[in-house]
């Protein structure tokens, strides 16, 4: 069992960087592929980037590449998403999920957290 706790939603400008983070519980946090999916309303969750439970591979949908990270920190159960040139299309309710197969569908991910609000203005 994992439990997800995202933060550092808000509202900011286009342009503007934001870093969301998300820590877990449970002592086998390595294990899981952790991802991040968004859901703008009226729109289906969409997967926005993924990181293995080593930490060494990365993935990202191409509408964020080059302008989001992810990263984590095994010995402390979070993982981030550093946001940067943020645009008013990236307003959604982020989460983050846990995963032990896959990593750009959200059916393998088995664990999410509550999920957190990014608008960007224009």
């Known amino acids: 069992q994992v439990q997800l706790v995202e933060s550092g939603g808000g509202l900011v400008q286009a342009g503007d960087s934001l870093r969301l983070s998300c820590a877990a519980s449970g002592r086998t946090f390595s294990r899981y592929t952790m991802g991040w999916f968004r859901q703008a309303p009226g729109k289906e969750r969409e997967f926005v980037g993924a990181i293995i439970g080593n930490g060494g591979s990365t993935y990202y949908a191409d509408s964020v590449k080059g302008r989001f990270t992810i990263s984590r920190d095994n010995a402390k159960n979070t993982v981030s998403l550093r946001m940067n040139s943020l645009k008013p299309e990236d307003t959604a309710v982020y989460y983050c999920?846990?995963?032990?197969?896959?990593?750009?569908?959200?059916?393998?991910?088995?664990?999410w957290g509550q999920g957190t609000q990014v608008t960007v203005s224009s």
């Open positions: 999920a846990a995963s032990v197969s896959g990593y750009s569908d959200y059916r393998f991910y088995a664990y």
